[in-house]
């Protein structure tokens, strides 16, 4: 598949997640099931085939961010996705320091709007620019962004998708 496809394939996937309730470690689409940001990407990019199969980085702590220093997060995005400046199309990753790291993400649509799962929300789609109130208003965090196309590190894009669960 070429960049364009791909990328389209992204955010079709990622259209599906919309409405699956926040739950940690999780990673079942649905209004039944959950999720949380870390599981939503492993879901989203393994289901349209740009992850190793089989590839999940659970089990994680999830208020590592809170108490640890190092990137464990970001340290498993920078394996298959390159950092850029500024985002680069649809499918790009959007990084945001909470607590001591860069502790959540989401998916950008068309920045500043991207999709992402959070504590007490189901997944949604928002505008990064207008959340600029209260202890976690990621207009006001910083950021970081990452693309899986370009320079990025996956070497082989695995010809099965991975299979997520899903609950209607």
Known sequence: MAEK????????????????????????????????????????????GLLPEGFDPRPYPTQWHLHQREERYLNIVVQFAHEVPAPTGPGDIAMFKIGRTYAHGGI???????????????????????NTTGKYALARLPQRFFSMWGESKIINRVSEPLRVMGCA
């Not at 309730?21 to 989203?44: F, H, S």
């Open 108 to 130: 950008i649509t068309t920045w500043p709007r991207m999709v992402h799962a959070f504590s007490g929300w189901l997944v949604t789609e928002f505008d990064v620019s207008k």
């Open 5 to 48: 496809e791909e990328r389209e394939a992204v955010i079709k996937e990622l259209n599906t997640w919309i409405g699956t309730p926040y739950n940690p470690n999780q990673m079942v689409k649905g209004r039944q099931g959950g999720v949380d940001c870390a599981m939503l990407l492993v879901g989203v990019y393994g289901n349209v």
